[in-house]
């Protein structure tokens, strides 16, 4: 089984530049999530879909950011204007509600943004 | 609102020797809780869960973890550390449906020879 696939690893730009972050979950996962971690601290919830809407966008600077997830497979998140502060890695997760994972989200290897 | 505390920032232990680390959580209702490894540049990965049942809970790699609900703690064990475990350990608490989902800010463990 596949895993959880995102893109780009590693991204650097400029502040005030623009950026976008792809994620593809695991086949037939319903749920979908974006993480925001910033070094020596845990992830910190950006969004959450289900199939296509969304159940949590409390955490979401909305102002730069914004999250997209239309056909509810893949999901783009973008940050525009990015800001010094944005620098992170960027985690996608997904999960099953039932069987034997649930509960369990399983994350992607992360993209790693820096803005200079 | 709900949320996770782990105390410990970094800990050092010696190959060989046991492991605990430290969770306690806040949340409304029952929770479920989590703990996740993170190895230098890889996506997170699930070492064990706790939904109800048993309070002690067994993981993959050895590791086990005991729900104390009376003090809001989920702490995270394993009685021989191996070089490998070297990594950055989470804890998370979520609800049902797995929406509020929230992470610690994690421990790093350094393994001495």
């Known amino acids: 089984e596949a895993g959880v696939a995102q893109s780009p690893r590693y991204k650097i730009i400029e502040k005030r530049q623009s950026v976008a972050f792809w994620c593809n979950p695991i086949s037939g996962h319903a749920t979908l999530y974006w993480y925001q971690q910033i070094l020596g601290q845990g992830p910190k919830l950006l969004i959450q879909f289900q199939n296509n809407g969304v159940v949590d966008d409390s955490q979401l600077p909305k102002d730069r950011f914004s999250a997209e997830r239309l056909k509810g497979v893949d999901s783009t998140l973008k940050i525009q204007p990015a800001k010094l502060e944005d620098s992170a890695v960027y985690l996608c997760?997904?999960?099953?509600?039932?069987?034997?994972?649930?509960?369990?989200?399983?994350f992607g290897e992360g993209s790693r943004l820096t803005v200079l | 609102a709900q949320s996770v505390t782990q105390p410990d920032i970094h800990i050092t232990v010696s190959e060989g020797a046991s492991l605990e680390l430290r969770c306690n959580y806040s949340y409304g209702a029952t929770p479920y809780l989590f703990w996740y490894v993170q190895s230098p540049g890889q996506g997170l990965q699930l070492l064990l869960k706790y939904f109800s049942g048993d309070t002690l809970v067994q993981g993959i790699k050895g590791f086990e973890a005991e729900f104390k609900r009376s003090q809001s703690s989920f702490n995270l064990r394993k009685p021989s550390v191996h070089w490998s475990d070297a990594a950055e350990y989470f804890c998370?608490?979520?609800?049902?449906?797995?929406?509020?989902?929230?992470f610690g800010a994690g421990t790093r463990l350094t393994v001495k020879p």
């Open positions: 998370a608490v979520g609800g049902t449906n797995n929406n509020d989902m929230r």
């Open positions: 997760a997904s999960s099953s509600p039932g069987g034997g994972t649930r509960g369990e989200l399983f």
